[in-house]
């Protein structure tokens, strides 16, 4: 072999080959297990609102704590604090999100977890919330509008409006 050939090990994560997926442990009734082994060994990363209006130096304290927790209990994860009251938990290997997921919903502060664009409400959340986030009904209002507003113009993100022809 040639003395400049990279290791398989030493790869970037995007260029290292799948591991290769047993679907003899997939629970057909649980999506979750599915996505649990096609994120096994690859980075993963998930947002952690924390309850109450906390100041970005509370956050920073509450989600220290919880980072603390799962350093003891033996799981590789970085924080970034991205908000006031919103933080990034980066894992190494996304196999265990949803372990850290279940630890972090039992937290009192912890308003909601977001992993792979499904929200899961903490025990901090507000009822409301809990109930807003597990049924998502503001994704069928905006359906609705849309529907009744035929003749009206529909908004996009372009900065000037379009002209009309008469």
Same mark, same amino acid.
């Given at each position: 072999?040639?003395?400049d050939?990279?290791?398989? /090990?030493?790869? =970037?994560?995007? $260029?290292?080959?799948? +591991? =290769?997926?047993? @679907?003899? &442990?997939? *629970?057909? /009734?649980?999506?979750? !297990?599915?996505?649990?082994?096609? $994120?096994?060994?690859? %980075?993963?990363?998930? @947002?952690?609102?924390?309850? /109450?209006? =906390? %100041?970005? $130096?509370? %956050?920073?304290?509450?989600t !220290?704590?919880?980072?603390?927790?799962? @350093?003891?209990?033996?799981?590789?994860?970085?924080?970034?604090?991205?908000? !006031?009251?919103? +933080?990034?938990?980066?894992?190494?290997?996304?196999?265990? +999100?949803?372990?850290?997921?279940?630890?972090?919903?039992?937290?009192?502060?912890?308003?909601?977890? %977001?992993?792979?664009?499904?929200?899961?409400?903490g &025990?901090?959340?507000?009822?409301?919330?809990?109930?807003?986030?597990?049924?998502?009904?503001?994704?069928?209002?905006? $359906? &609705?509008? +849309?529907?009744?507003?035929?003749?009206?113009?529909?908004? *996009?993100?372009?900065?000037?409006?379009?002209?009309?022809?008469?």
């Amino acid at each position: 072999q040639k003395d400049d050939d990279i290791e398989e /090990g030493d790869l =970037p994560e995007h $260029k290292r080959p799948p +591991a =290769p997926i047993d @679907f003899s &442990k997939i *629970d057909p /009734g649980k999506p979750e !297990s599915i996505l649990k082994l096609t $994120k096994k060994g690859k %980075t993963l990363m998930m @947002f952690v609102t924390v309850s /109450g209006n =906390p %100041t970005e $130096k509370e %956050t920073e304290e509450i989600t !220290s704590l919880w980072q603390g927790g799962l @350093f003891n209990a033996n799981y590789d994860v970085q924080r970034f604090i991205v908000g !006031s009251n919103r +933080a990034i938990f980066m894992l190494r290997d996304g196999g265990y +999100a949803w372990e850290i997921k279940d630890f972090l919903v039992n937290q009192e502060r912890c308003a909601d977890v %977001t992993l792979e664009g499904q929200v899961y409400p903490g &025990k901090g959340a507000d009822e409301n919330e809990k109930v807003k986030n597990k049924t998502k009904p503001e994704k069928a209002k905006k $359906k &609705k509008d +849309a529907e009744k507003k035929p003749n009206s113009i529909k908004e *996009d993100n372009r900065a000037t409006k379009q002209r009309e022809e008469l």
